[in-house]
């Protein structure tokens, strides 16, 4: 075996176990293929940028490569900047956090996703006009409809409106956050599709369902189930996360009427617990023997 060390970066401000639970999974599956990694924390790690250095504070040996779970860009990008292979990279962490960013990508690819409208900038603290074309937007989308903030993570910061005056409601509520109007894919209300990608396959799959919330997220309190995805799923999912640039990601699917699938979201930072706990497929050693195959 090649002689590999890695970082595994999380961020060390999150409250819960979850996440330094996902980087203990990735060091497991590390030791299990000869590789060494350690753990930091994103607040152990400090960018120094001037007199001519672009470094890391106390730090002089890099690793050959960094998994990184958190979505501090600048540090990734100053890893990236440093020499280090980063999985995934700075670029499609930052597209993938941002949902604007990540529609307008896919749009741009012509990939499938779910009739989408752009809400103009507000700045924070300026006063909110009422949306004198409204109307339009209804138009196009239909009620109810789904309001998204740009930035939000286990289905928070999603919305479902019902008429004119939820929708001014929330936009006043989220005023100064970006955020889009969304098409309603009613024939998957309560239930859509997770499908982990390493590298140019989906390794495993599951369905999620609630049957009190429009979301299935299960830390809404969905309930999961192994899947088979369909050759056209699959080839979505790869696609989606290749679109981002993303070395593994998780893609949220979900059905039209005929259930064709669309794509909801993609999540380059997911977590695989739940994953395991559903199929009994350990994603981080898919993510392991990738990242292996990166430096042969």
């Given at each position: 075996?090649?002689?590999?060390?890695?970082?595994i970066?999380y961020?060390?401000?999150?409250?819960?176990?979850?996440f330094?639970?996902f980087?203990?999974w990735?060091k497991r599956?590390?030791?299990?293929?000869?590789?060494?990694?350690?753990?930091?924390q994103?607040?152990e790690?400090?960018?120094y940028?001037g007199?001519q250095?672009?470094?890391?504070?106390?730090e002089?040996a890099?690793p050959?490569?960094?998994?990184?779970t958190d979505?501090d860009?600048?540090?990734?990008k100053?890893?990236?900047?440093?020499?280090v292979r980063v999985f995934?990279?700075?670029?499609a962490?930052?597209i993938?956090?941002?949902?604007i960013?990540?529609?307008q990508v896919l749009?741009?690819?012509?990939?499938?996703?779910?009739?989408?409208?752009v809400?103009p900038?507000i700045?924070p603290?300026s006063?909110?006009k009422?949306?004198?074309?409204?109307?339009d937007?209804?138009?196009?989308?239909g009620?109810?409809m789904?309001?998204?903030?740009?930035?939000?993570s286990?289905?928070e910061?999603?919305?479902?409106?019902?008429?004119?005056?939820e929708?001014?409601?929330?936009?006043?509520?989220?005023?100064g956050?970006?955020?889009?109007?969304?098409e309603f894919?009613?024939?998957?209300?309560?239930?859509?599709?997770?499908?982990?990608?390493?590298?140019?396959?989906?390794v495993?799959?599951?369905?999620r369902?609630?049957t009190n919330?429009f979301?299935?997220?299960?830390?809404?309190g969905g309930?999961?189930?192994?899947y088979?995805?369909?050759n056209?799923?699959?080839?979505?999912a790869?696609?989606?996360?290749?679109a981002?640039?993303a070395?593994?990601?998780?893609?949220?699917?979900?059905?039209e009427?005929d259930?064709t699938?669309?794509i909801?979201?993609?999540?380059?930072?997911?977590?695989i617990r739940?994953?395991?706990d559903c199929?009994?497929?350990?994603?981080?050693?898919?993510?392991?023997q990738?990242?292996?195959?990166?430096?042969?």
């Amino acid at each position: 075996m090649m002689c590999l060390t890695g970082w595994i970066i999380y961020n060390g401000h999150l409250t819960g176990n979850k996440f330094l639970d996902f980087a203990q999974w990735l060091k497991r599956a590390a030791n299990k293929q000869g590789i060494e990694t350690h753990i930091y924390q994103n607040n152990e790690l400090f960018t120094y940028l001037g007199g001519q250095q672009l470094r890391l504070l106390g730090e002089t040996a890099l690793p050959d490569f960094v998994i990184f779970t958190d979505k501090d860009i600048y540090l990734a990008k100053q890893l990236e900047l440093l020499g280090v292979r980063v999985f995934n990279r700075a670029k499609a962490i930052e597209i993938s956090d941002d949902k604007i960013a990540t529609y307008q990508v896919l749009a741009h690819q012509q990939l499938p996703i779910p009739k989408t409208i752009v809400a103009p900038k507000i700045f924070p603290g300026s006063p909110v006009k009422p949306f004198e074309n409204l109307s339009d937007i209804i138009n196009q989308l239909g009620l109810p409809m789904i309001i998204k903030e740009a930035y939000g993570s286990f289905g928070e910061q999603v919305y479902l409106v019902h008429n004119e005056q939820e929708i001014q409601n929330k936009i006043k509520d989220i005023a100064g956050r970006p955020f889009i109007f969304q098409e309603f894919i009613a024939a998957s209300c309560g239930t859509d599709m997770r499908l982990h990608v390493v590298g140019d396959k989906v390794v495993a799959a599951m369905t999620r369902h609630a049957t009190n919330d429009f979301r299935a997220n299960i830390t809404s309190g969905g309930t999961m189930e192994a899947y088979q995805p369909a050759n056209l799923e699959k080839k979505l999912a790869v696609a989606a996360a290749k679109a981002i640039g993303a070395d593994f990601a998780g893609v949220d699917l979900l059905f039209e009427p005929d259930k064709t699938p669309i794509i909801c979201e993609i999540n380059s930072n997911a977590h695989i617990r739940n994953m395991y706990d559903c199929t009994n497929i350990n994603v981080a050693d898919f993510i392991i023997q990738h990242i292996r195959e990166q430096f042969r």
